[in-house]
Nanobody, 124 residues
């Protein structure tokens, strides 16, 4: 069993930056995938980025060049650095994990473990 706890959300003005953290408690074993997803009011959940146990990353087109996903494997913490934030980035952000290779970003249903979410609000 894996428990995920996000932190780092908040309110910023457009152009600002935030760093989200996700602490993972429990064992992910040697092969896993962790990702960040978001859901804006009235919209479907969207995959933002993921990273596998080897460090390979995938990003949604909407965040490429602005967001960076990374991990501290010793402390079992996943990060999402968000720069040049836009009002359309406003959403609840969730951390998720699954064992094995990374699913496609749109395949959120293949992630077995989810955090409770952290709110990001970007004002214009």
């Amino acid at each position: 069993q894996v428990q995920l706890v996000e932190s780092g959300g908040g309110s910023v003005q457009a152009g600002g930056s935030l760093r989200l953290s996700c602490a993972a408690f429990g064992s992910l074993y040697s092969s896993y995938c962790m990702g960040w997803f978001r859901r804006a009011p009235g919209k479907e959940r969207e995959g933002v980025a993921n990273i596998d146990s080897d460090g390979s990353t995938t990003y949604a087109e909407s965040v490429k060049g602005r967001f960076t996903i990374s991990q501290d494997k010793r402390q079992n913490i996943l990060y999402l650095r968000m720069n040049s934030l836009k009002p359309e980035d406003t959403a609840m952000y969730y951390c998720a994990a699954t064992l094995g290779a990374c699913p496609l970003l749109r395949q959120s249903d293949r992630y077995n473990y989810w955090g409770q979410g952290t709110q990001v609000t970007v004002s214009s």
